[in-house]
C-alpha cells in the first residue's frame, strides 16, 4: 500500500542553524501539507502546497519557514534559523486532486526535531 | 476560529468491552471530519473519514458518526482488544481560502485496553 515517508525519523539541532525535513508524498497525490506536534499539544496544521505554491499558510509559519518541491516526488520543510520552541514532531501529509469530493489526509511517520 | 474537543482525555476498558469516543467542534460548517490513531512516537494512521454529506462511516469495529448541526461526532468501537490501545485523534476538515483543506486536531483521547 502506497504510504507517505519522512526523513530523517529524528534530527537534533543547534539554536539557530537552519534544517530540511524532507518527505516523499504518495505518487498520485497533488496536495501537500506540513503539520506539527509539539510535545504534549494538539497537532497544529502549518502549510498546504498544491500547483508548485503555497495554497495556504496558519499563523505559524512565519518568514522563517519555507517549503518547496524540488523535484517530482520530494517536498521538503525548512527552518531557516531554529529556536528551542520549534522543537516537535513535524508530520508531513498527501491527498488526492480536491473537486468537491473530499479525501482523506495520509500521514507521514514524522520527524522528531530536537533544537538544542 | 474552529475549536475541536474530545471527551474524555483518556480511558481505561477492560478487553472485550464497547466503548464511545466523543468529538466536538464549535464551527458546523465543515467540509469532512476524519478520525485517527496515534501510537506513542509515531505518525497518523487515518481510520474514518466522514464527508460532511454523511452521517456515519464503518471500517471493521469501528463506527463513526457525524452530526453536523450539533457539531458532534463519535467514534464507537465494538468488542475492544489490547491492540485497540493508542490515543485516537479526531481533527476537522475547513476548505481555506486558497482552496486546499486543512485539518483541525482535538487534542486525543487516550485509551487503554487491559488484557
Known amino acids: 500500500e502506497p504510504e507517505v515517508t519522512q526523513t530523517p525519523s529524528h534530527q537534533v539541532t543547534q539554536m539557530g542553524q537552519e534544517v530540511i525535513l524532507r518527505c516523499v508524498p504518495i505518487s498520485n497525490h497533488l496536495y501537500f501539507y506540513w503539520y506539527r506536534q509539539i510535545l504534549g499539544q494538539k497537532v497544529e496544521f502549518l502549510v498546504s502546497?498544491?500547483?508548485?505554491?503555497?495554497?495556504?499558510k496558519s499563523e505559524i509559519f512565519d518568514d522563517q519557514f519555507s517549503v518547496e518541491r524540488p523535484d517530482g516526488s520530494n517536498f521538503t520543510l525548512k527552518i531557516r534559523s531554529t529556536k528551542l520552541e520549534d522543537s516537535a514532531m513535524y508530520f508531513c501529509?498527501?491527498?488526492?486532486?480536491?473537486?468537491?469530493?473530499?479525501?482523506?489526509?495520509?500521514f507521514g511517520p514524522g520527524t522528531r526535531l530536537t533544537v538544542t | 476560529k474552529q475549536e475541536v474537543t474530545q471527551i474524555p482525555a483518556a480511558l481505561s476498558v477492560p478487553e472485550g468491552e464497547n466503548l464511545v469516543l466523543n468529538c466536538s467542534f464549535t464551527?458546523?460548517?465543515?467540509?469532512?471530519l476524519q478520525w485517527f490513531r496515534q501510537d506513542p512516537g509515531k505518525g497518523l494512521t487515518s481510520l474514518l473519514l466522514?464527508?460532511?454529506?454523511?452521517r456515519e462511516q464503518t471500517s471493521g469495529r469501528l463506527n463513526a458518526s457525524l452530526d453536523k448541526s450539533s457539531g458532534r461526532s463519535t467514534l464507537y468501537i465494538a468488542a475492544s482488544q489490547p491492540g485497540d490501545s493508542a490515543t485516537y485523534l479526531c481533527a476537522v476538515g475547513t476548505i481555506t481560502q486558497g482552496g486546499s483543506e486543512k485539518l483541525v486536531f482535538g487534542k486525543g483521547t487516550k485509551l487503554t485496553v487491559n488484557p
Open positions: 502546497f498544491y500547483n508548485n505554491e503555497i495554497s495556504e
Open positions: 501529509a498527501s491527498s488526492e486532486w480536491l473537486t468537491g469530493t473530499s479525501y482523506e489526509q495520509y
Open positions: 466522514i464527508q460532511s454529506s454523511q
Open positions: 464551527d458546523s460548517a465543515i467540509y469532512n
